[in-house]
């Protein structure tokens, strides 16, 4: 059975920091290229942060320089920590997983498993 379990959300003052974790099970985590994913209440889910197979990060605009992604392969784990949290960063934050290699995974229906979304609250 395949999981990916998500924890680190909160609620938080702008400005703050999170460090959110999604762990895998079930598969190799080192296949699979893995996304970060948020929706926002009244939105679609958008890709904010994806690291590939190799290592290689990507980063929607609104997040740059913000928001940095990383994975443990030894722990089948990735990370994603948020700084400068702003108010407009309010979401569920979902980890997803991609067995696709190329193109790369951009979206939703790229990705084939998904963790059950943690919420981030931030308060100006």
């Known amino acids: 059975q395949v999981q990916l379990v998500t924890s680190g959300g909160g609620l938080v003052r702008s400005g703050d920091s999170l460090r959110l974790s999604c762990a895998l099970s079930?598969?190799?985590?080192?296949?699979?290229?893995m996304g970060w994913f948020r929706q926002a209440p009244g939105k679609e889910r958008e890709l904010v942060a994806r690291?590939?197979?190799?290592?290689?990060?990507m980063y929607a605009d609104s997040v740059k320089g913000r928001f940095t992604v990383s994975r443990d392969n030894a722990k089948s784990t990735v990370y994603l920590q948020i700084d400068s949290l702003k108010p407009e960063d309010t979401a569920v934050y979902y980890c997803?997983?991609?067995?696709?290699?190329?193109?790369?995974?951009?979206?939703?229906?790229?990705?084939?498993?998904w963790g059950q979304g943690t919420q981030v609250t931030v308060s100006s």
């Open positions: 997803a997983a991609s067995a696709r290699l190329l193109p790369a995974p951009t979206r939703v229906d790229d990705y084939h498993y």
């Open positions: 690291i590939d197979v190799s290592g290689v990060t």
């Open positions: 079930g598969r190799t985590f080192s296949y699979y290229n």
